[in-house]
């Protein structure tokens, strides 16, 4: 078992990608879990999202962490008993943690076709009739879709809406990186996006101003 991607983004803050190659049997291996996530664990039907937990388990062994160093409150957002922030995420066979001194939030999508049309739900969809119809847009229009998603995480916060009050800054792909607002209970905070691309997978990770 291994790590497929390491990110040092400051001194504070790490993020590690797992690619999910091994049975079930092996991630299970050496993983204890509390009676919570037990629960949880059990009454998952679907092999990969059983493998994804499990995985989740060994990312945070590898920041020296356990099952019961984290805890989730009534949002289900996972929180780690140190103090520091965490944030998890899952998309088919790639997982991953980012942990930080700061709020944090990280979300793994699969680049589809389908973000084509469940686009207009989270983003004005007309701003991107410059890029045409094909993989340019898709690509763009999946690193939105996760920036909000990890905002949405970070943030913490149901009620959010990712149309109104979510706002992405405009940005070119290879410049992997960009802004975005937030906007709830008439508060504005702002925060940094950054991005990657890798086997049609897109990484967005976000971290509040200082």
């Not at 790639?94 to 699969?110: C, L, Q, R």
């Amino acid at each position: 078992m291994s790590i497929y991607k390491r990110i040092t983004v400051d001194e504070a803050t790490t993020a590690l990608i797992w690619k999910i190659e091994e049975s079930l049997e092996a991630l299970e291996n050496g993983i204890e879990l509390t009676d919570y996530c037990r629960e949880r664990y059990d009454g998952m039907k679907s092999l990969i999202h059983r493998k994804g937990f499990m995985s989740i388990r060994h990312l945070l062994k590898v920041f020296g962490y356990s099952d019961f160093d984290l805890s989730y409150d009534e949002k289900g957002k996972p929180h780690l008993k140190d103090g520091k922030h965490i944030s998890i995420t899952h998309s088919f066979e790639f997982t991953a943690v980012i942990v930080s001194n700061k709020k944090v939030g990280i979300d793994i999508e699969k680049q589809r076709e389908k973000i084509k049309l469940i686009a207009p739900k989270f983003t004005p969809i007309e701003e991107y009739k410059a890029l045409g119809d094909g993989e340019d847009l898709i690509r763009k229009l999946t690193i939105v879709w996760g920036a909000k998603e990890s905002l949405y995480k970070l943030y913490g916060k149901k009620g959010l809406l990712f149309l109104h009050d979510i706002f992405v800054e405009d940005f070119n792909i290879p410049d992997q990186k960009t802004t975005a607002r937030v906007t709830h209970d008439q508060k504005i905070t702002y925060y940094t996006l950054n991005f990657m691309e890798f086997e049609n997978f897109t990484c967005v990770y976000a971290l509040a101003h200082d």
